[in-house]
């Protein structure tokens, strides 16, 4: 059973309208593994460009930031994707901090929404213009997405109203600084025009593909903050800002994959395709 069956017998047990208006959400945001071929023969004949997020992306969403690990598979995942094309991963965490993460001279770091950017130690795609946990339920189904009991969110939300207003409470002194607001985290961030969308057109103008009518980029992430990259591909019309997401959700994104595990299966078919598509194979199969 895929992970878009068991999100939908979740909104079946809900009801018609809960169905309906999930239903209606997979029609504009579709499976990125269920779309693979279609969006393949999109990137046919183009430079290809990919971004991801880290948190909740790369690595599953834990109570301890510090033991957001990523699993030895989706580190292979990501070195395989950024051997094919040039990868950046796009974090709100400090840069060296991902680096620790991922381990891997071969994608470009930018920590901080995109602030502090680190070009790749070694990575010859980067040169070339050509390339230019396993979530399951206890019988062991997978694509079980696991939240607090119900009854213990309002106690949640309340902790982070109160934790909002006393970070609010020592910035107000600050001008020079603001707050934003992810997924279940608080960030204080200096009061300047950068988020991750203008980390994306930063790095494709490094690249040398601002004005490229032959560049098609991909961005996976989860969080709200991701949104201003999904916003930047869309008014470009040159990508698929893809959402990990195993809810439906207002975003710019244009596809969905459902949890980390998902990003590891597209990863590795899209470099799969790309080693294919270079020795003349257009193969799609999984």
Known sequence: MNSETVSKSRYEEKGNASLSAYNSWLIKHPSALQSFDRMMKALKGKNVVVFLDYDGTLSEIVDNPEQAFMSETMRAAVRDVARQFPTAIISGRRRDKVYDFVKSNEVCYAGSHGM?????????????????????????????????????????????????EQVLGVINDFPKFRLTRGKMVLEIRPSIDWDKGYAVEYLLETLGFEHSEDV????????????????VLRQRGQGFPI??????RDTNATYFLSNPTEVKSFLLRLARWSRSSSSGKMAFEE
């Open 216 to 231: 098609l980029a991909i961005y996976i992430g989860d969080d709200k903050t991701d949104e201003d990259a999904f916003k």
């Open 116 to 164: 502090d950017i680190l070009a790749p130690l070694r990575c010859s795609v980067f040169g070339d213009r050509k390339h230019q946990t396993r979530v399951t339920d206890e019988n062991g189904h997978e694509g079980i997405l696991y939240q607090p009991a119900q009854d213990f969110l309002p106690a949640i939300q309340e902790d982070m109203c109160y934790l909002e």
């Open 243 to 248: 959402i990990v997401s195993s809810i439906p």
